[in-house]
């Protein structure tokens, strides 16, 4: 039986954005804070993007201006992943299906 939609998309999320250990063979804190890279690069952006807004807004105000950034920044890290992974997908398919056969 195929799983739901809901928790497909919250597989995704946490394997490629939340806790990515791709390219990682370290292992403690070093390694934490590279599986959680682009997490921490999201909170980075946002943290610019509000400060940038700071002197504009009021307390209320910039705690939700804050979470709308990191949403935003966080959308758009995840737009990359999804197209990186989809042209490194094509490219494995391109590359196998103009190898020659062994034996051939």
Excluded: N
Excluded at 5 to 27: F, N, P, V
Excluded at 39 to 65: D, K
Excluded at 78 to 87: A, P, Y
């Amino acid at each position: 039986m195929a799983a739901p939609i809901h928790r497909k998309i919250t597989r995704w999320i946490i394997d490629h954005l939340l806790w990515d250990t791709t390219g990682a063979a370290r292992e403690g804190f070093w390694g934490g804070l590279w599986a959680t890279r682009k997490l921490l690069v999201a909170v980075a952006g946002a943290a610019l993007l509000t400060w940038w807004e700071w002197i504009e807004h009021h307390p209320p105000e910039i705690a939700l201006l804050a979470l709308i950034h990191f949403v935003f920044v966080l959308a758009a890290i995840s737009l990359v992943v999804h197209v990186g992974r989809w042209f490194s997908r094509g490219d494995k398919r391109s590359s196998s299906g103009s190898q020659p056969k062994r034996g051939d």
